[in-house]
């Protein structure tokens, strides 16, 4: 379960995704299979998203810890 710090952070940062790709946030794209996929880091945290550039959205489709996210 999320601490209420951590759940204000998360949100925040998602919130921060709507200026994708000028934003500042720590964002890489994943590498292999998931070329159009990216990953957002936040503190112990990974989001997982990927862009719909023309119909402008950002698709976040997993929010995970690290070492659970990546499996």
């Known amino acids: 379960m999320l601490q209420d710090k951590e759940r204000n952070k998360i949100k925040e ?4 995704l709507e200026k994708f790709p000028e934003t500042t946030l720590d964002i890489k794209r994943l590498r292999g299979e998931r070329k159009e996929v990216y990953r957002c880091r936040i503190g112990k945290y990974r989001a997982l998203f990927y862009p719909e550039y023309e119909k402008k ?3 976040v489709f997993d929010i995970n810890r690290r070492e659970k996210i990546y499996g």
């Open 57 to 59: 959205l950002i698709i």
């Open 13 to 16: 940062k998602l919130l921060q």
